[in-house]
């Protein structure tokens, strides 16, 4: 509209129209059509092209040259993986051939067979993957560069003890929201990632249900205001995106709608953290603890891994009010089981006890109301990810420094568990916050927490790990946390650090 407005004809604007998104047909999921109608109702001067023919797109630029006293938009219909089999024109195909790229259906070899372009040749595509083999080896040098040395490697199932078994924490979302469908007031809004979040599990087992369910494309604020009408008429509305879009982009929406009418509106803050690891810094979500933790009437649950994320998505359900709960994408340790204590609001205490053959084993787990001082000599408050990465720390500092550790899981952020945290700084002195998020969402908050509350009959040290005021940057879940020092290591180095300042 502004364009027009200006008659800014030096602007040209491409849309590729693919007709896809990743849910599904656009015209089904949410129709654009008539696109170019739609243009042309904002003053633009409309062409449509082939999109895979380069003579249309270069004529077009010409003539987009020549019009003058409007912008132009130029619409490029397109297929989706056109030319290779097994790519074209499906919704679902983001790049999920082997990793070796060469064996199996969906493999470069396949793709070249089918393009049969004599330019592009199987030597080729060996040159390519050696470069990216050869990357990828530099890459993981520089990990290790990264990383603190102990006296042996405590790294993730290395050694035979110590073992811990793997889920993805989106799965314990879609556990909990499959379990809630049998609540006719249960209602789930998507958008266009309904089976990366797992927010699909509330139908696809129950076909007769899918008719409560609502998709909303990619409009995130859409989603929210619907949903906040439907809370208004007795409905418990679950909304779910990436994180840094359903909380990020949907901020002003969340705020002015959802919270400040305190409606029952539940937000599945998905891939939360690094855990989107590839898709980079855009969809990176590192904020938003900060920015959801500040709106009146808004809970938060935090989950540290599938098991944890199940309880809270069913705990948040049971909430008067706007609820939101983070979890990540990727397969996670798995450090709790269904018999660990969970009450919503409350803290765990983690300890270790010794090594076992299984790593989850080695542990102990009550709630903060249950918990007596064992003269700790540190306590680690985390949130998240980093509850398993804490529980690794408090592992190393104990085999290589006999340092005993207190660990906190404040799977509930808000309302938080203020006596755990105040307990935890009187009776031990030393502190370390850890978040897979900019390093003082959730530390500050711990912070002023322990800060108002506190005796200081008695010192206190203090020292928050999380990302280091930075954007993320693309590459595997696991390397970032190395990069950005979130890893169990770190957080023991650190530690160590901070117990012999006490010294």
Same mark, same amino acid.
């Given at each position: 509209m502004s364009a027009a407005h200006y008659k800014l004809d030096n602007l040209v604007s491409i849309v590729d129209r693919n007709d896809l998104q990743i849910d599904g047909s656009t015209e089904e999921v949410m129709r654009l059509e008539p696109l170019a109608d739609k243009w042309r109702?904002?003053?633009?001067?409309?062409? /449509?092209?082939?999109?895979?023919?380069?003579?249309?797109?270069?004529?077009?630029?010409?003539? &987009?040259?020549?019009?003058?006293?409007?912008?132009?938009?130029?619409?490029?219909?397109?297929?989706?993986?056109?030319?290779?089999?097994?790519?074209?024109? !499906?919704?679902?195909? #983001?790049?999920?051939?082997?990793?070796?790229?060469?064996?199996?259906? /969906?493999?470069?070899?396949?793709?070249?067979?089918?393009?049969?372009?004599?330019?592009?040749?199987?030597?080729?595509?060996?040159?390519?993957?050696?470069?990216?083999?050869?990357?990828?080896?530099?890459?993981?040098?520089?990990?290790?560069?990264?990383?603190?040395?102990?006296?042996?490697?405590?790294?993730?199932?290395?050694?035979?003890?110590?073992?811990?078994?793997?889920? &993805?924490?989106?799965?314990?979302?879609?556990?909990?929201? /499959?379990?809630?469908?049998?609540?006719?007031?249960?209602?789930?809004?998507?958008?266009?990632?309904?089976?990366?979040?797992?927010?699909?599990?509330?139908?696809?087992? #129950?076909?007769?249900?899918?008719?409560?369910?609502?998709?909303?494309?990619?409009?995130?604020?859409?989603?929210?205001?619907?949903?906040?009408?439907?809370?208004? /008429?007795?409905?418990?509305?679950?909304?779910?995106?990436?994180?840094?879009?359903?909380t990020g982009r949907n901020w002003d929406q969340l705020r002015t709608t959802v919270c400040y009418n305190n409606f029952n509106v539940k937000i599945a803050d998905a891939h939360g953290g690094i855990s989107v690891?590839?898709?980079?810094?855009? #969809?990176?979500?590192?904020?938003?603890?900060?920015?959801?933790?500040?709106?009146?009437?808004? #809970?938060?649950?935090?989950?540290?891994?599938?098991?944890?994320?199940?309880?809270?998505?069913?705990?948040?359900?049971?909430?008067?009010?706007?609820?939101?709960?983070?979890?990540?994408?990727?397969?996670?340790?798995?450090?709790?089981?269904?018999?660990?204590?969970?009450?919503?609001? !409350?803290?765990?205490?983690?300890?270790?006890?010794?090594?076992?053959e299984n790593f989850i084993e080695a542990f102990e787990i009550k709630l903060s109301t249950d918990y007596k001082l064992e003269n700790e000599d540190l306590s680690i408050i985390a949130c998240g990810p980093m509850v398993p990465e804490a529980m690794r720390a408090a592992y190393i500092l104990k085999e290589e420094y006999g340092i005993e550790t207190r660990i906190l899981d404040v799977h509930t952020v808000k309302p938080i568990d203020k006596k755990a945290l105040i307990k935890a700084a009187d009776e031990v002195g030393i502190i370390v916050t850890a978040e897979e998020h900019q390093v003082g969402g959730f530390g500050n908050i711990v912070a002023g927490v322990i800060g108002q509350g506190k005796r200081y009959n008695s010192p206190l040290l203090m020292d928050m790990i999380g990302v280091p005021d930075k954007f993320g940057e693309s590459g595997a879940s696991w390397e970032l946390m190395k990069v950005f020092g979130l890893t169990g290591e770190h957080i023991a180095e650190r530690a160590k650090r901070l117990c012999d300042r006490s010294s």
């Amino acid at each position: 509209m502004s364009a027009a407005h200006y008659k800014l004809d030096n602007l040209v604007s491409i849309v590729d129209r693919n007709d896809l998104q990743i849910d599904g047909s656009t015209e089904e999921v949410m129709r654009l059509e008539p696109l170019a109608d739609k243009w042309r109702a904002f003053g633009w001067n409309v062409m /449509e092209i082939d999109g895979h023919d380069m003579r249309e797109i270069l004529t077009s630029f010409v003539e &987009a040259e020549k019009t003058k006293g409007r912008p132009t938009v130029i619409i490029a219909r397109t297929t989706k993986g056109k030319g290779v089999s097994f790519a074209e024109g !499906v919704a679902g195909y #983001h790049g999920i051939s082997p990793k070796d790229g060469r064996s199996g259906e /969906e493999s470069l070899d396949r793709a070249l067979e089918d393009i049969g372009d004599p330019k592009f040749t199987k030597e080729k595509v060996d040159t390519l993957l050696r470069v990216a083999e050869n990357y990828q080896r530099n890459i993981d040098k520089k990990m290790e560069t990264c990383m603190p040395r102990f006296s042996r490697n405590y790294w993730w199932n290395l050694r035979d003890r110590m073992r811990v078994k793997m889920d &993805a924490t989106r799965n314990g979302f879609g556990r909990a929201i /499959e379990r809630l469908g049998s609540d006719e007031r249960v209602i789930t809004h998507g958008a266009d990632i309904t089976g990366s979040i797992r927010m699909s599990d509330f139908y696809k087992n #129950h076909p007769e249900r899918k008719n409560r369910f609502f998709s909303m494309g990619i409009a995130e604020a859409n989603m929210a205001l619907v949903a906040s009408g439907l809370a208004k /008429e007795g409905k418990i509305a679950f909304i779910g995106s990436n994180g840094v879009f359903v909380t990020g982009r949907n901020w002003d929406q969340l705020r002015t709608t959802v919270c400040y009418n305190n409606f029952n509106v539940k937000i599945a803050d998905a891939h939360g953290g690094i855990s989107v690891g590839p898709d980079g810094a855009t #969809h990176q979500a590192l904020e938003e603890i900060s920015n959801m933790y500040y709106l009146p009437n808004m #809970h938060i649950a935090v989950s540290c891994d599938s098991i944890e994320t199940e309880k809270a998505t069913q705990a948040i359900a049971l909430v008067a009010g706007p609820a939101v709960v983070r979890y990540a994408r990727e397969a996670t340790p798995l450090v709790t089981t269904k018999d660990t204590p969970y009450r919503f609001g !409350v803290a765990n205490v983690i300890r270790y006890r010794g090594e076992e053959e299984n790593f989850i084993e080695a542990f102990e787990i009550k709630l903060s109301t249950d918990y007596k001082l064992e003269n700790e000599d540190l306590s680690i408050i985390a949130c998240g990810p980093m509850v398993p990465e804490a529980m690794r720390a408090a592992y190393i500092l104990k085999e290589e420094y006999g340092i005993e550790t207190r660990i906190l899981d404040v799977h509930t952020v808000k309302p938080i568990d203020k006596k755990a945290l105040i307990k935890a700084a009187d009776e031990v002195g030393i502190i370390v916050t850890a978040e897979e998020h900019q390093v003082g969402g959730f530390g500050n908050i711990v912070a002023g927490v322990i800060g108002q509350g506190k005796r200081y009959n008695s010192p206190l040290l203090m020292d928050m790990i999380g990302v280091p005021d930075k954007f993320g940057e693309s590459g595997a879940s696991w390397e970032l946390m190395k990069v950005f020092g979130l890893t169990g290591e770190h957080i023991a180095e650190r530690a160590k650090r901070l117990c012999d300042r006490s010294s």
